[in-house]
T-cell receptor
Framework: DVKVTQSSRYLVKRTGEKVFLECVQDMDHENMFWYRQDPGLGLRLIYFSYDVKMKEKGDIPEGYSVSREKKERFSLILESASTNQTSMYLC?????????????FGPGTRLTVT | GDSVTQMEGPVTLSEEAFLTINCTYT??????LFWYVQYPGEGLQLLLKATKADDKGSNKGFEATYRKETTSFHLEKGSVQVSDSAVYFC?????????????FGQGTELSVKP
């Protein structure tokens, strides 16, 4: 079974803090993604990476950066957390199967910025 | 750009009722279409998919047919159970997007009462 793990289920940070969200996958997938999930908005893509040290901006990259130094690990960084970044953050990795890429998700990190 | 629209929730049904969750999409290419499910407190899981027109995806009693003429991918189940209570997301992936980047609908919450 594919396993995607995220470092924390719940996180509370103060405004202005630097925040690191870690994601690890154990299936040697090349592609990894960070989304944020907000009620009524579905999931929105922040950044994705298709190889080590490669990254691409998603739809809402402002205020975020990412790091992928190893294939299995993809980190999301909030350089200076703000209250509007309070959200659920979901990491995913993907592989090609049955005619399309399929994404596998971690359990999510619920971040509260106070 | 590409987009996905789902019917608004929450949807409340009695056990053994018939379920339909509508999903329509806009895409310039020939996308693959997906339904993901999110149970309370968990990440998203792939429920079913279809990669070309007229394909039917099915899993766990759920099914959806890729209708190119109506740009739709409606989710159906003949008899829902309490354990089907979850949030359901329709999504598309254009093959041109590296790694299978997904575009999600806003999600539809389903609540099944005994």
């Amino acid at each position: 079974d594919v396993k995607v793990t995220q470092s924390s289920r719940y996180l509370v940070k103060r405004t202005g803090e630097k925040v690191f969200l870690e994601c690890v996958q154990d299936m040697d997938h090349e592609n990894m993604f960070w989304y944020r999930q907000d009620p009524g908005l579905g999931l929105r893509l922040i950044y994705f990476s298709y190889d080590v040290k490669m990254k691409e901006k998603g739809d809402i990259p402002e205020g975020y950066s990412v790091s992928r130094e190893k294939k299995e690990r993809f980190s999301l960084i909030l350089e200076s957390a703000s209250t509007n970044q309070t959200s659920m953050y979901l990491c995913a990795s993907s592989l090609w199967a049955g005619g399309s890429y399929e994404q596998y998700f971690g359990p999510g990190t619920r971040l509260t910025v106070t | 750009g590409d987009s996905v629209t789902q019917m608004e929730g929450p949807v409340t049904l009695s056990e053994e009722a018939f379920l339909t969750i509508n999903c329509t999409y806009t895409a310039t290419g020939y996308p693959s279409l997906f339904w993901y499910v999110q149970y309370p407190g968990e990440g998203l899981q792939l429920l079913l998919k279809a990669t070309k027109a007229d394909d039917k995806g099915s899993n766990k009693g759920f099914e959806a047919t890729y209708r190119k003429e109506t740009t739709s991918f409606h989710l159906e189940k003949g008899s829902v159970q309490v354990s089907d209570s979850a949030v359901y997301f329709c999504a598309l992936s254009d093959f041109r997007n590296q790694g299978g980047k997904l575009i999600f609908g806003q999600g539809t919450e389903l609540s099944v009462k005994p």
